[in-house]
């Protein structure tokens, strides 16, 4: 069955990067888009960034030109380079593969961005 396992979150003080991993399994990786997620306290869970089969990348606009998304299809893993956190950055960050109809998260995992 589809598995998508994040890692990488933690603290961090503004300014400052994180690098999240996303590892996937259960589908054939390389032909699907792959994105991040994030959903803050008391709001709606929100589009970071895609990347499609082949590499091409769409972000948010908070995202843009702070965030990298990545992928490695021979390790089924996605990425996420962060830079320039902000504290509004501060969510729990998921992984998310639409395959046959249905999306697909992985468990989160948490980015705080404090002093």
């Known amino acids: 069955q589809v598995q998508l396992v994040e890692s990488g979150g933690g603290l961090v003080q503004p300014g400052g990067s994180l690098r999240l991993s996303c590892a996937a399994s259960?589908?054939?990786?390389?032909?699907?888009?792959m994105g991040w997620y994030r959903q803050a306290p008391g709001k709606q869970r929100e589009l970071v960034a895609n990347i499609i089969s082949g590499g091409s990348t769409v972000y948010s606009g908070s995202a843009e030109g702070r965030f990298t998304i990545s992928r490695d299809d021979a390790k089924n893993t996605v990425y996420l380079q962060m830079n320039s956190l902000k504290p509004e950055d501060t969510a729990v960050y998921y992984c998310?593969?639409?395959?046959?109809?249905?999306?697909?998260w992985g468990q989160g995992t948490q980015v705080t961005v404090s002093s």
């Open positions: 259960g589908f054939i990786f390389r032909l699907y888009t």
């Open positions: 998310n593969v639409r395959y046959s109809w249905q999306n697909y």
